[in-house]
């Protein structure tokens, strides 16, 4: 709700402070006093363009201030943009615009951007005047209205929806999964059919390598081991003859003592030479160079080790290789299976949406012409009962269903009979405009919308009964929300509840816009005025007092 307004050097307005209630408050004055001032200034607050052409002659700004108590939304809208506002805090705008061009913008002294201004805006104030028609005009919040106007539930439609897209987005994810494996399946079966046809064992390059290495050695050292071994061979080899030496010695040794030592040391020479002709043979056995055996060897490791660089793995991990890829290709092969699973799971939620939606849409084309009821009982009493008013429910393609339902919801009019149903901003008049989104707003009574509602002039061109009917409309709706109204019918000005009189004096050469809140006597007078004119008999006097007394 707007609390106050503060207005400096805008136009002919030098210095100006406001303060508005709940309820109706009618602005009166006569042609020219500055009524569009004062909604102009407004509109700056409420992100409208900076137009130097604001600020007054001789000033080097123009600066407007409005103070609202904020709404729960626009509380969350400002938190989104990091402008914080305590609880019971009023909300302050502050806009300013320099004669010579440039603006500023701020939002409980933080500077804000022009769009979120106007965005705060639109939530704070909707204006319905001659050349500026917004809020209802907006086909995408009629969908919000009449759902709000017929207690639809869209809750579960809304569950519905976005458990159904859930299930989309995870069958989506699988299927290019599974059409990115399948262009790979030809690879993988002929990967598979490889590495199981090599048949990779645990340790086998080390293996391999480790025995290529003996067989290697084997070859360079065959003829020099065969010379030695021949060495330890014959009855004329060196172990040969200490043997026999022993047996000759071992009869004598009992002559001396220095025998039976030497018996000894030839008896260990044999021993230690016997070992090591064994040792010998036994090396010799274990390098032993056989070529077949050695290309088949090397065939074996240079094919593991070409497997390897091929998948650009080490050799020892050939084997995780071989169970990584014989998983994904039976990931492939039974991944249909859990396709058909998720394309199930698919169709149930599609089910279950269209379902619950279709019976959305079943409660929203009854509230409709419940709406349309609503509205056309409005439109005579305010010189519209040629016209027609007609809410639209149609059903969307399906790749534009939401959240929010399947429906596209607009409200149409039709101003003479015959004439076809259009939306409300094309066909109507200014006039006409005002008085359809005033029965509009009559029927929707506090189905959403701002909280301030302005309407400028929605009275002109009409008098006696009708503007009698605006008056009364108008003070209806203000019992849910403020509303102010800029008027020249005295009708609709002795509805309200705070009166303003705007007019505008002059000093010499300047010329100043001046608003002062009526009491009782000096609203009668104002509302005789109205009544007469420039002279003010007693006659509107009384008719003045009358209409008050009828409030």
């Not at 201004?117 to 969908?143: C, F, W």
């Not at 394309?343 to 084309?365: C, G, I, N, P, Q």
């Not at 005025?529 to 009358?546: H, N, P, Y």
Request: glycine share 8%; with cysteine.
């Amino acid at each position: 709700m707007l609390t106050g307004l503060s207005i400096r050097d805008v136009v002919l307005i030098e210095a100006l402070d406001l303060e508005f209630a709940n309820g109706l408050g009618v602005l009166t004055g006569e042609t020219g006093a500055g009524k569009s001032i004062l909604l102009d200034a407004l509109g700056l607050a409420l992100g409208a363009r900076a137009d130097s052409g604001l600020v007054r002659a001789g000033a080097d700004k123009a600066q407007v201030t409005a103070s609202f108590d904020a709404p729960a939304n626009v509380v969350a809208l400002l938190g989104e943009n990091d402008i914080e506002i305590g609880v019971g805090e009023p909300l302050l705008i502050r806009r300013s615009v320099k004669a010579d061009g440039g603006s500023k913008a701020f939002i409980n002294d933080q500077p804000c951007s022009a769009a979120l201004l106007r965005d705060v805006g639109a939530s704070l104030v909707e204006i319905h005047g001659q050349h500026d028609d917004r809020g209802l005009l907006n086909p995408r919040g009629h969908r919000a209205l009449l759902d709000a106007f017929g207690r639809c539930d869209t809750a579960t439609v809304a569950a519905n929806f976005t458990s159904w897209h859930e299930a989309k987005v995870r069958l989506d994810i699988a299927r290019e999964a599974l059409e990115n494996a399948a262009r790979d399946q030809e690879w993988l079966e002929h990967a598979v059919a490889e590495l199981a046809a090599f048949n990779p064992q645990p340790g086998e390059e080390e293996e391999l390598a480790g025995e290529r290495s003996d067989m290697q050695k084997g070859e360079r050292i065959a003829e020099d081991l065969k010379a030695v071994l021949e060495s330890f061979d014959g009855p004329k080899s060196g172990l040969a003859l200490i043997r026999s030496a022993a047996r000759k010695l071992d009869r004598l040794a009992d002559a001396h003592p220095l025998l039976a030592e030497a018996l000894t040391s030839l008896d260990r020479a044999v021993i230690e030479a016997s070992e090591a002709e064994d040792k010998l043979n036994a090396a010799a056995r274990a390098i032993e160079y056989e070529p077949a055996r050695l290309d088949e060897i090397e065939e074996r490791l240079f094919e593991l080790r070409a497997l390897a660089r091929k998948h650009n793995v080490a050799p020892d991990g050939i084997i995780a290789l071989q169970e990584r890829l014989t998983a994904q290709l039976q990931s492939i092969e039974a991944g249909g299976e859990g396709l058909a699973l998720l394309e199930a799971e698919v169709a149930a939620k599609h089910a279950a949406y269209v379902t619950s939606a279709t019976a959305l849409s079943e409660t929203r084309r009854a509230s409709a012409a419940k709406l349309d009821a609503a509205v056309k009982v409005e439109l005579a009493p305010l010189k519209l009962d040629a016209a027609q008013f007609r809410t639209s429910v149609e059903q969307l393609p399906e790749e534009r269903w939401a959240a929010s339902g399947m429906d596209r919801v607009e409200f149409l009019i039709s101003t003479n009979p015959g004439a076809p149903f259009a939306p409300l901003a094309k066909i109507a008049s200014g006039g006409e405009l005002s008085r359809f989104i005033l029965a509009l707003k009559v029927a929707l009574a506090e189905e959403g919308g701002a909280a301030t509602i302005i309407f400028d002039e929605i009275d002109r061109g009409v008098g006696g009964a009708v503007a009698a009917a605006i008056g009364e409309r108008l003070a209806r709706l203000a019992q849910h929300t403020q509303l102010l109204a800029v008027t020249h019918s005295p009708q609709v000005a002795a509805k309200g509840k705070a009166h303003y009189f705007i007019a505008k004096s002059s000093q010499g050469t300047v010329t100043r816009t001046g608003v002062v809140l009526l009491d009782h006597e000096a609203r009668s007078q104002e509302i005789a005025r109205m009544l007469s004119g420039a002279e003010v008999t007693d006659e509107a006097r009384a008719q003045a007092k009358r209409l008050l007394e009828v409030v």
